[in-house]
């Protein structure tokens, strides 16, 4: 059973940064897609940013040049660098991942159905 593991969420000041990780306990196949979603206080859940086994990686355009995603695969361990963080950031944010044992041409498109979601890690940010 893949488990997920988040932490460094922190409350910080506007303009600040953080570093998000989450260790991945196992990688079911050599194909996936692993990203971050996050939930702000009465919004709906969104996508942040997503990296797969090909090295591509998409953005939401509200995090555009401010976040980085990363993937150490020796340590099993996903990253989200948040630079100049906004009050608009405040949420908690979950990582996730999926696995496929065949190719596809875009592995990320359908990651928010996945079963394997981290326990998520609160991001407080005010101005």
């Known amino acids: 059973q893949v488990q997920l593991v988040e932490s460094g969420g922190d409350s910080v000041h506007a303009r600040r940064s953080l570093r998000l990780s989450c260790v991945v306990s196992q990688y079911s196949y050599s194909r996936y897609c692993m990203g971050w979603f996050r939930q702000g206080p009465g919004k709906e859940r969104e996508r942040v940013a997503v990296?797969?086994?090909?090295?591509?990686?998409t953005y939401a355009d509200p995090v555009k040049d401010r976040f980085t995603i990363s993937l150490d695969n020796a340590e099993k361990t996903l990253y989200l660098q948040m630079n100049n963080l906004k009050p608009e950031d405040t949420a908690t944010y979950y990582c996730?991942?999926?696995?496929?044992?065949?190719?596809?041409?875009?592995?990320?498109?359908?990651?928010?159905?996945?079963?394997?979601w981290g326990q998520g890690t609160q991001v407080t940010v005010s101005s």
């Open positions: 990296i797969d086994s090909r090295g591509k990686t």
């Open positions: 996730a991942a999926r696995f496929y044992p065949y190719y596809r041409s875009d592995y990320c498109s359908d990651l928010a159905s996945t079963n394997y």
